[in-house]
């Protein structure tokens, strides 16, 4: 079998070229291409790397590494979930690869966890390469459906507790869900009290003006919103935020309203604690400004 190449793996090392960070890129040192096809709706890449484990990219940007993805996954799903005070019935737009899945499913008050993603190769995929990240499909309280998160959202009036955005950026099958729309359906679609998430546009060094247009959007739909972001090394400019809005306009998004022992914290999460949750809306001075 003849061994898989992809345009963006020169002289053995996977390089994320895009204008959405003009000027710079990651470049991952790659042991062995495991994978590649064009899926119905994005090229797929997924590679061993020699430092960062299994790696997928999609459309020429990475999603994911085994080294680093909890920084992300544990930090859009408990944002969310520990502002809630009893999240029972629980949606994920996005988030294929399951990595979501098994944060909320830590969760014990969940009932119901189900993830809508529109690209099948994603999950399939995500369950041959990534164990680690596909396990949140082998628990009993998870569904999928493979679909168009806006069509399933149109269907949904007050129903779920939480939702999860968990997309690709901007610049490609997931551009409607960072426009004002999408997010009046997550508002319909959430209970009394419901809180979102959502990638929020990268990061502080690199889309300050999409960040701030888009906490503009959510503002005139959702009463209370804030920023957060978390710190991830394979992320252009190694960092990532959220957008976390809720239904409520008195909760302070930036204290949970429940939170795990020391021992537990330790137990179920490598990012994510309490005091993490507090501090990752805390902003450098220019984006304080910049999204006040």
Same mark, same amino acid.
């Not at 899945?101 to 995929?125: M, N, Q, Y």
């Given at each position: 079998?003849?061994?898989?190449?992809?345009?963006?793996?020169?002289?053995?090392?996977? !390089?994320?070229?895009?204008?959405?960070? /003009? %000027?710079?890129?990651?470049?991952?040192?790659?042991? $062995? +291409?495991?994978? *590649?096809?064009?899926?119905?709706?994005?090229?797929?890449?997924?590679?061993?790397?020699?430092?960062?484990?299994?790696?997928?990219?999609?459309?020429?940007?990475?999603?994911?590494?085994?080294?680093?993805?909890?920084?992300?996954?544990?930090?859009?799903?408990?944002?969310?979930?520990?502002?809630?005070?009893?999240?029972?019935?629980?949606?994920?737009?996005?988030?294929?690869?399951?990595?979501?899945?098994?944060?909320?499913?830590?969760?014990?008050?969940?009932?119901?966890?189900?993830?809508?993603?529109?690209?099948?190769?994603?999950? !399939?995929?995500?369950?041959?390469?990534? /164990? %680690?990240?596909?396990?949140?499909?082998?628990?009993? $309280? +998870?569904?999928? *459906?493979?679909?168009?998160?806006?069509?399933?959202?149109?269907?949904?009036?007050?129903?779920?507790?939480?939702?999860?955005?968990?997309?690709?950026?901007?610049?490609?099958?997931?551009?409607?869900?960072?426009?004002?729309?999408?997010?009046?359906?997550?508002?319909?679609?959430?209970?009394?009290?419901?809180?979102?998430?959502?990638?929020?546009?990268?990061?502080?060094?690199?889309?300050?003006?999409?960040?701030?247009?888009?906490?503009?959007?959510?503002?005139?739909?959702?009463?209370?919103?804030?920023?957060?972001?978390?710190?991830?090394?394979?992320?252009?400019?190694?960092?990532? %935020?959220?957008?976390?809005?809720?239904?409520?306009?008195?909760?302070?998004?930036?204290?949970?309203?429940?939170?795990?022992?020391?021992?537990?914290?330790?137990?179920?999460?490598?990012?994510?604690?309490?005091?993490?949750?507090?501090?990752?809306?805390?902003?450098?001075?220019?984006?304080?400004?910049?999204?006040?």
């Amino acid at each position: 079998m003849s061994e898989i190449t992809h345009p963006t793996i020169k002289d053995g090392w996977f !390089r994320e070229i895009n204008e959405m960070w /003009p %000027g710079q890129a990651m470049t991952l040192k790659v042991k $062995k +291409v495991l994978h *590649h096809e064009k899926s119905k709706y994005q090229d797929v890449l997924i590679f061993e790397s020699t430092n960062h484990g299994t790696v997928l990219v999609l459309d020429n940007v990475i999603q994911c590494t085994e080294r680093d993805e909890f920084a992300y996954q544990e930090m859009i799903t408990h944002l969310a979930m520990n502002s809630h005070p009893s999240p029972k019935k629980v949606l994920v737009i996005g988030g294929g690869d399951g990595g979501v899945l098994r944060e909320v499913v830590k969760h014990p008050s969940v009932e119901t966890a189900i993830l809508c993603d529109i690209d099948e190769a994603v999950i !399939r995929l995500s369950k041959q390469y990534l /164990p %680690g990240m596909s396990v949140g499909y082998q628990h009993p $309280k +998870v569904q999928t *459906h493979v679909g168009d998160g806006f069509q399933f959202l149109r269907d949904r009036k007050n129903e779920f507790d939480v939702i999860i955005t968990d997309s690709s950026d901007p610049d490609g099958p997931a551009e409607t869900l960072f426009q004002k729309p999408y997010f009046e359906l997550l508002h319909g679609a959430l209970r009394e009290g419901g809180v979102i998430t959502t990638q929020g546009s990268e990061n502080q060094w690199l889309h300050l003006q999409l960040i701030s247009d888009l906490k503009k959007a959510c503002l005139e739909v959702f009463p209370n919103v804030e920023y957060a972001y978390t710190t991830i090394p394979t992320y252009p400019s190694g960092q990532i %935020g959220f957008m976390v809005c809720c239904k409520d306009k008195d909760r302070k998004l930036n204290v949970p309203l429940r939170s795990w022992s020391v021992e537990e914290e330790e137990k179920l999460c490598k990012y994510y604690n309490k005091d993490i949750h507090s501090a990752a809306f805390v902003l450098p001075s220019f984006a304080r400004k910049m999204l006040r």
